[in-house]
């Protein structure tokens, strides 16, 4: 299938239910609660220094931004992108050049980050660049408001499945992402994941090559009820799976407008979170230093032309990779 830069009509998008919000816009000549219309959008492409040590390595992650989301997280650290739609638009057959070259530079994966709502397109580009020498592993980074059969349509293309899984409670996911339904929609999704790729394994080098890792943000003031989605991931998946808990929070997007979320999380608060995922049984955990600093956001730009061909950034955050 060698698609160079033809016009792809996809039938989904016509009346798109490709994700939980169930639009039914039609995405030609509309948009629906993402932003998001039928061509590609992304703001950067970085090898990425900032993710797990299993994922960035020596290298880094070969990290694709995308724009807009079908989410609405108050506190996203990617605000410029996922609720303003910084970014400037691609076709299927420039991502897939853009993920062979980001291999020819040596990066460890591809990494698409909040790449929900472009999910067909994002597999016609994957099965072009796999046809193409596309080796190396792909990681889906989503926020895992998703559906089961839309992810099925990704069986044998993505390689590591690396979702948020963002609140235990539908009153916090309504509250600050719009998402009243959150919690039952992220385990069904997840679920699906772990069905298609199993626990995380690693290469001889501890590189990430296939499987699921759930990362959990730790919000301040316990509002995303860290001990709640811990239960959840053991009730459903049992607790060989890999958690990275993270404790990067700090505020972000609209979060002034919420004084509950203007401060980042206090050592204890994150502490709790990992003593609840050892109680429960957890062992495969990355943890991380406290951090409330935008030192691991990269710096997104406004609309430009993106490089497909050139080479690609490099983020490192001073003394910031995951422990």
Known sequence: ?????QIIDYPQLHSCEICPRN?????????????????????????????EPCLSGTNGSG???????????????NYSLSALGWGSEISEAELATLM??????????INLVTPTHYTLQIRTALSEAREKGLKIPVVWNSSAYEKP????????????????FKYGHGLYATKYSQA??????????????????????????GLAVKGLMIRILVLPNGLNSGKKVLSLIADRLGTDVQLSI?????PAGDSELYPELQRGITQSEYDQVVNAALELGFSDIYTQEIRSSKLWTPSFQGSSELDVEGRSQVFNPSSGDNQ
């Open 1 to 5: 299938m060698i698609i160079d830069q």
């Open 23 to 51: 639009c039914s816009v039609d995405r030609y000549s509309d948009t629906g609660f993402c932003g998001a219309g039928t061509d590609l959008k992304l703001n950067l492409h970085t090898l990425h220094h900032g993710e």
């Open 63 to 77: 990290t694709i931004f995308f724009s807009w989301c079908n989410l609405r997280c108050v506190f996203c650290q």
């Open 100 to 109: 062979l070259n980001m291999q020819k530079q040596g990066a460890h994966n």
């Open 149 to 164: 059969e839309v992810l099925r349509q990704l069986a044998g293309l993505v390689d590591v499945y690396l979702p948020d």
């Open 180 to 205: 009243k339904d959150y919690p039952e929609v992220a385990l069904e999704a997840i679920n699906e994941m772990y069905s298609q790729v199993g626990k995380l394994r690693f290469d001889a080098q």
């Open 246 to 250: 993270m404790g990067q929070y700090y």
